[in-house]
């Protein structure tokens, strides 16, 4: 005989899935038991329509005695419901089907879902193989569905990825990702090609991370049992796994032999920079796959980042600045703590140059910031204009951030945190709320060269007013206090450039057209204009203006050139220039 199972206890948990115990045998002797004990039930069968004007209909049908007594005639699909309240564990609900008509889909719910909590299963003869098949069928297709339930949502590709966006690798299709959890990558940060590994690769070698992290924090949950203490012992764990580190690194190959470096060779030679260098046996396999993790760990950041729309590769992480009344848009890159250069906008103070992350610390700052101007020695004042000496010995802090601000807005500028050799003469506005900063240049304290600006800037939204041509003449003016020949460190930048040959071009015009003789010295107007001749000459090519003729050098006296800046000076009038009797300061010794 079959022997009932007890109904299950209501506090049980349901995953799903069958238990080992419920064969098809029980469920078909319950049936007959139930069928035989009910003289009439009544069946309620559930018509699913796919179409949105579906409606339930239900259709009561009433067994006869002779039906009940023999359940084998017909498939009865028995929905087996565990509820502990119930005498069996199969009542209620039994759809009526005939053999020819009936549907070898699995029954769907209301909702057109497949059900996952509850099993469907025909019983169609008491043939003990048929009833082991049908329920091996039946705990597949719950496995499956429970699986299933389980799987994280696929991702649509519309939803957070741009298609017309590309990976910058040769021959990559952007398809897969370095941390093997998205489908499309559109960096070499991310780039499976760059970094030799296929998607598959990725995928699985992310799948045993995750499971390393679970038997980590298995781990850790086990050592918190322990009592904390200051000097605690390492754990048995521990030690084992310290012991397998040391016998991996113990382990790898101390070179690469011949084939090897003929193989990284080749590598090399075909791909070059666009793949990553082969990294087997460089170091050990454990060191290489620390590597590889923190590889996909900063993948993963640098992808949030991209989803959120702060950061893309290739480009200034530093948007913009947020910098007294201005907001400026940022040109290059400058290397700015990483904390702060990820944030895309940075908040200053116009006056001690500090940055800050937010609006909200730049307001509490300005609140109780007592600089109105820049520190050092205000050497020159006319009208609203002054110039500060800053020594980059005494004030460190804010000449760095100068530094730092500047290469924002200049490609070729090196000099970040190095401030100490150098003078800083700081440019400014004056209003009723301070001294506004408009531009600066840098200078060696002692240069060999004669290099009398290291560093020039005007603040963008200071340019195109002559503010650089003042800088720029207010060099030249230190020049000539300190009875020297000055020229501006190379390389100059584009927009230097443009402005230093404009400003020699004016300087030589004036002169020239101020001169009276017949014969001209290239060295005498270096000595009056503290020029360097070297700048003088290439500035009279340009200009056209150097000839040789007959085994001399003639300089050529160009009315045309000297009308057209007489008139540009007339109508720019004398507001953009320097005093030289306004400038107070005496030539530094020593450093």
């Known amino acids: 005989g079959l022997k009932r199972k007890q109904p299950r206890d209501p506090c049980s948990s349901s995953d799903g899935t069958e238990d080992s115990d419920f064969s098809a045998d029980l469920e078909h002797a319950e049936v007959s038991e139930t069928a035989q004990r009910r003289s009439s039930t009544r069946l309620t069968r559930l018509s699913l329509r796919l179409s949105q004007s579906s409606q339930d209909s239900a259709v009561e049908v009433t067994r006869s005695q002779q039906g009940a007594t023999n359940p084998t005639g017909k498939k009865y699909p028995l929905r087996q419901s565990r509820s502990s309240g119930s005498d069996t564990e199969a009542n209620g609900e039994t759809d009526l089907k005939q053999g020819a008509d009936r549907d070898e889909t699995p ?24 009833d082991e098949r049908l329920a091996k069928e039946l705990s597949l297709k719950e496995a499956a569905a429970h699986e299933l339930s389980h799987r994280p949502k696929r991702r649509r590709f519309h939803e957070s990825y741009n298609f017309n966006m590309k990976c910058p690798t040769p021959g990559c299709n952007s398809l897969g990702h370095l941390t093997g959890r998205h489908e499309r990558h559109f960096s070499i940060s991310g780039c499976p090609l760059y970094h030799n590994l296929s998607a ?23 050592d918190e049992n322990r009592h904390s203490t200051r000097n605690q012992a390492p754990t048995e764990r521990q030690l084992r796994y310290k012991e397998k580190v040391t016998e991996l690194r113990r382990k790898r190959n101390c070179g690469l032999n011949k084939e090897q470096k003929e193989k990284y060779m080749d590598h090399r030679q075909s791909h070059g920079t666009n793949r990553e260098p082969l990294l087997e046996n460089i170091t050990s396999d454990y060191d290489l796959e620390l590597f590889r993790k923190a590889q996909a760990r900063a993948s993963e950041d640098l992808e949030k980042l991209r989803l959120a729309g702060q950061a893309s590769e290739s480009s200034n992480m530093i948007k913009t600045i947020v910098f007294g009344r201005f907001e400026l848009d940022t040109w290059y890159h400058s290397p700015y703590p990483e904390e702060y250069a990820r944030l895309g906008r940075l908040y200053m103070c116009e006056f001690c ?42 004030n460190k802090i804010y000449c760095q951030n100068l530094c730092l601000l ?22 400014t506005e004056a209003d009723n709320t301070g001294c506004h900063l408009v531009g600066y240049f840098s200078k060696e304290k002692n240069s060999f060269l004669n290099y009398n600006v290291s560093c020039i800037l005007t603040m963008p939204q200071y340019m195109r007013q002559g503010y650089g041509k003042m800088l720029i003449d207010f060099s030249y003016l230190l020049s000539k206090v300190e009875e020297k020949v000055g020229s501006p460190e190379r390389p100059l930048s584009d927009l230097g450039l443009i402005s230093y040959r404009s400003y020699w071009k004016e300087v030589l015009l004036r002169y020239l057209n101020n001169f009276q003789g017949k014969e001209i010295s290239i060295k ?20 056209q203006m150097l000839k040789y003729w007959k085994g001399k050098h003639l300089v ?20 953009k220039t320097i005093d030289p009797t306004a400038l107070k300061w005496t030539p530094p010794k020593g450093t």
């Not at 937010?358 to 101007?373: D, E, F, G, P």
């Open 107 to 130: 029954p769907r719910t209301p909702t057109g879902n497949a059900p996952s909590s509850e099993s469907d299963i025909e019983v169609s003869s008491p043939s003990n193989d048929l």
């Open 200 to 222: 598959d690769e990725c995928k699985g070698k992310a799948s045993t991370r995750d499971k390393q992290a679970e038997e980590r924090t298995l781990s850790h949950r086990q």
């Open 353 to 394: 140059l500090k940055y800050m992350k937010s609006q909200t610390i730049l307001r509490r700052h300005m609140a109780k910031c007592v600089w109105k101007h820049p520190p050092g020695d205000e050497i020159y004042r006319k009208g609203n204009i002054s110039v500060f000496e800053v020594d980059g010995k005494k």
């Open 406 to 427: 500047a290469k924002l807005f200049l490609d070729h500028k090196t000099l970040y945190y190095d401030v100490e050799p150098f003078l800083f003469y700081v440019m």
């Open 524 to 543: 005498e107007i270096s000595q009056e204009t503290a020029v360097n001749p070297v700048d003088i000459v290439s500035t009279l090519q340009s200009l």
């Open 556 to 575: 050529l006296k160009r009315q045309d050139l000297i009308d057209d800046w007489k008139a540009k000076e007339t109508k720019r009038g004398n507001s």
